[in-house]
């Protein structure tokens, strides 16, 4: 069996932006991979993202679930709790 | 109409955005910068937007509105960057046939927009900054 | 800021009538003339008021609003004379603290307004005039 | 017994002005006067006025009641169904 693997472009906004000290990172990670799976490699590398009230992720700009499975070249972006308005 | 905007919001125009000879009633939501947040002094604001998703959440905002309430023209404009106190954050104007209408639908709008839409606020202070919300 | 006027009313001038750095939500509610009343075509509306009851009416409106919510400031400005379509014939501005506030208030006042206030109304049509409401 | 007479205008907006064919009228009543005796006497000389959805009567720039004495200075006026806004 060959593992295949994916890079993702993970972009950050809000307070993650300050977590991950960057505005995107790029990961590799081994197919299949699911938000679920994206989230426990983040929390490992970054354990403060755990501190905040909530952590959603989009892909290609929309909310995505822990079961949505992930893809090369796919939009995915962190989602801190929002505060607009 | 749905827009982000680095410049100030003109609450005229987006009222015209809106205005209609069909149109009885037009309801109008402004949240400005407050100079203060629990008895601290805040300076300004800066606000940033995951500005692809915020547009299309807002869309879904706006869909949901018209399929609700007999709407006729909706308009949205929220602030990116920053601002200072007193300035505009966000303007929301709904026309309606009937004015009920007009302040549910838009109460509607601000209440989801400040739920879903992927925009962030720093509150700057004197002596630091905070991401709201972001913490317990 | 309580007012009856003959000119174009300004949205963005009465924003800036309640707009302070310690409010965080303004809802202003604009009435504007309809071109159509039960399916006929509206040209103008013409606007009589009472105008000395019709101060001291909203006054208290005002004063009930200020005793029930926590508004930061209040501004209703109302049209005499005659309106074209799309014109505005009544804008109403909250501030308070918190939008939710700001939505009730505003709500009843308007709707205080148009059960209290001696105002009338004479809706002109190509073919004739009526005094809205006077008549089952 | 001596009737004294008190002299009052009577202001009318909107459709009642329409009615009275004036902006005002003066008229004549013997004393005391309610609200009640004041529109019998209107409504007698001014039928039309009873085919309205409503007729209010303010004193001095407050809504009046029917028991609400009248007296000579009195700012009087027709309030037919308001409809501004």
Redesign the interface.
Known sequence: MIDRKIALEILAFGITKEVLKARSIEIELNEPVNIAHLKEVLLQEYPELGDLNSLAIAVNSEYAEDDTQLSEHDEVALIPPVSGG | MIRLTKENI???QL?EEV??????????????????TKGKEVIALE????E???I?ELQKIVDTVISRWPVQKVAVI?AVGYKK??EI??AIAVAC?H??E??EA??YI?DT??????????EIFHDGEV??????
Do not use: Q
């Open positions: 003109d609450i005229h009222f205005n209609s000879g069909s149109a009885g009633g037009v309801d109008i939501f402004v949240g400005t910068v407050r100079n203060a606000f940033e937007a995951y692809k998703m915020a299309s929220h106190v007193g954050a966000v046939p004015r009920n007009a302040f838009c109460r601000i927009l400040k739920e879903t839409v992927p925009i962030w606020k720093k991401w709201v919300s972001a913490h317990p």
